[in-house]
Nanobody, 115 residues
């Protein structure tokens, strides 16, 4: 059974930075593309960024140039470096495998950005 544990969220001021981590256990982590997703209050969960097993990255337009996704295959951890934060980045952030059939979602980590 795959387990996803997100951490690193918190309160930040607009223009600030946070780094999120996602520890993945019980899976063939290194061969899977991984993604970060977020869900703002009263909104659907949306895709934020993806990183392939080889390190190729992709970003939603709303975060391009501000967020950076990375991974440590040896530690089974995915990171999301978030810079130049905006109030509209406020959401619960989740990681998961970047394919249609998702693993069970973790609890997520709350990011709140004040203006």
């Amino acid at each position: 059974q795959v387990q996803l544990v997100e951490s690193g969220g918190g309160l930040a001021q607009a223009g600030g930075s946070l780094t999120l981590s996602c520890a993945v256990s019980g899976s063939t982590f290194s061969i899977n593309a991984m993604g970060w997703y977020r869900q703002a209050p009263r909104k659907e969960r949306e895709w934020v960024a993806t990183i392939s097993s080889g390190g190729t990255t992709g970003y939603a337009d709303s975060v391009k140039g501000r967020f950076t996704i990375s991974r440590d295959n040896a530690k089974h951890i995915v990171y999301l470096q978030m810079n130049s934060l905006k109030p509209e980045d406020t959401a619960v952030y989740y990681c998961n495998v970047a394919k249609y059939q998702k693993w069970p979602w973790g609890q997520g980590t709350q990011v709140t950005v004040s203006s």
